[in-house]
């Protein structure tokens, strides 16, 4: 565990690679992430955790798939949400934006159960 605070403009900066997150710290066992989006991702589902976001900067699109149909959530910077486990979804950014992600150490960035993974996207 680090002793020293972290920045995340910092952490961002040291990478350009899309949809492929870097885990800035741990908090028990969990993942605290961050990552450069454009575009879209790919439909997935997490069956065993909920999945959070922050937007630190830009606007992310959550496009979800449950029970009750299609929608789409619209989180502008310092948005957060929550897609609950087993809800299918698609983050996408068409203007780009950075997020940080809290999940279980280890978690898939595609999930348990995903469409076909493009070049693009770091699983």
Known sequence: MRDEP????????????LWSPRIVTTVNDYDVRVAKVAGEHVWHVHEHTDEFFLVLDGELRIALRDGTGEREVVLPRGGVFVVPRGVEHRPSAPQGASILMFEPSGTSS???????VPEHVDA
């Open 110 to 116: 595609v999930g348990d159960r995903h469409e076909a």
């Open 6 to 17: 972290i920045d995340l403009a910092t952490a961002l900066a040291g990478f350009d690679q």
